[in-house]
């Protein structure tokens, strides 16, 4: 009996109140035919009604790829678990999830992906849930909002417990009873390769959770070849998981992206053909953030400002001392950026997220560098949650699962918000200074604890275009000022709260805001090694 159905039959599997879990990164990896022919259902039949699901990145992109619009239906879509939310500019309208986030209609719940992806495993293993110390003194922490985004979102699914005289979260296991996945092709019997994918994501992991529950695999494939010819070397989720093939030649890679071989590891582009970043502030705060690195790290990296930094070691020559980790899998190379962030070329491995999720909650990487949307007092980082554009903010993703243990943490981001600045006599100029302070009193969402962090002994590091700031024991400390910058005037000042300024602070190197090569050393002394007194 052939596996392969339409669309539109596979849509027809999902019945009123159903849990399902879907396999995406944003547009990456993305079941975007099968979860399009369920809405489309939806508007034609009523149904399925009050279903649940389950995205432990994200499903869609405000680009193309609608994902979790397909289903953002009142009626349709009762409760959705997300590590995140599709997003982008506050100038576009709003996807329609977030509308109905806003407006109570469905109850909606931000869990970082780690731990979604743990889920999963424990639903597949039919153990009882997640115990995890990841997420305390976060909105996961059901002492904040236990990771609830809206009134709706009322039922607790997570509590905190003692165990052999320690805290820990706990997160029950939620079983899928059906699991739409994607990989590139599938052969008759329903193996699934992922040769043009950029990632192999949780697909895996998704399945085992539904079949081993008695629930549905869908798998959405570009192709299906005879049986016998798929080495099974290269098969990452085998047919006898898989119940139905939905074929649709036409998915897209990612995000704007119909095919580029250098991200499924096909090719490897020539380091000349990745273009340096653009001379701004925003690469200055990256060069900056670059000289914390040491050769032989190994390096998460998020969206935003630090996304940059592995273009600022290809141009200065240091590309290859430093190995590259991120969440959706990829293991070295050159991480992409823009609508492709997420991937990577030239990768040396692609490891399953869930995975590398491992290596992340455990702190078994040396750095990470990441974004901040507000620091408070103690620290902590909110990059999950502006009430003012929600739809700006994706969520936490990963975030939550990177820094819990991380050893060193360097954020970076602006100090102010709309503050009009250029670069001029070899360091920053504030022409008008933004509305909108960054660093508060206490952030509107803890997505990363500062206090915490203190406890762990973790390295934390903010790096603005103003200055650089250390967490210690006492809180927040400038260490170091940009050329150009006036400490009480343009930094002091400008914080909701007081900052602590270090005896012997520094003053950023000169050369970091000039056109030109930095010659930056990843060996702690040559060069750029430290910054001026």
Known sequence: MSKIVSAAEAAGLIKDGMVVSVSSSSGLGCPDAVLAAIGERFDSEGHPKAITTLHPIAAGDMYGIKGIDHLAKPGLLKRTLCGSYPSGPSSSEPPQIWKMIGDNS???????????????????????????????????????????????????????????????????????????????????RGNLTYEHEGAYLGGLEQALAARNNGGVVIAQVKRVVENGTLKPHDVRVPGVLVDHIVVAPDQLQTTLTPYDPAISGEIFRPLSTFRNAEMNVQKVIARRVAMELRDGMAVNIGFGISANVPRILLEEGQHGKVTWVIEQGAVGGVPLLDFKFGCASNA????????????????????????????????????????????????????????????????????????????????????????????????????????????????????????????????????ELAPGIDLQRDVLAQAEIPLGVAKDLKTTPEDLYQDRLIGLSLNGGASLGGAHG
């Open 106 to 188: 469905v109850a909606a719940y931000n869990v970082p992906s780690g731990i979604l992806f743990d889920m999963h495993r424990e639903a597949a293993a039919k153990r009882p849930g997640v115990l995890t110390k990841v997420g305390l003194d976060t909105f996961a922490d059901p002492r904040h909002q236990g990771c609830a985004m809206n009134a709706a979102a009322s039922e607790p699914i997570v509590s905190v417990q003692q165990f052999d005289g320690e805290e820990w979260l706990y997160f029950r296991s939620i079983v899928p009873q059906v699991s739409i996945i994607r990989a590139t092709t599938s052969d008759e």
């Open 348 to 479: 040396e491995a692609i490891m399953p997220s869930p995975h590398q999720f491992i290596y992340f909650q455990a702190g078994g990487f040396d750095a990470s560098l990441l974004s901040f949307l507000q620091i408070d007092r103690h620290g902590s980082v909110n990059v999950s949650k502006l009430s003012a554009r929600p739809h700006v903010t994706a969520g936490a993703g990963g975030f939550v699962d990177i820094t819990a243990r991380a050893r060193k943490i360097v954020f970076s981001g602006f100090f102010n918000a709309g503050a009009k600045l250029s670069l001029a006599d070899g360091g920053i100029r504030i022409d008008q200074e933004g509305k909108v302070k960054k660093v508060v009193a206490e952030v509107e969402h803890i997505s990363f604890s500062g206090k915490r962090a203190v406890g762990q002994g973790q390295d934390i590091t903010y790096v603005t275009e103003r200055c650089v700031m250390k967490l210690t024991p006492e809180g927040l400390v400038v260490t």
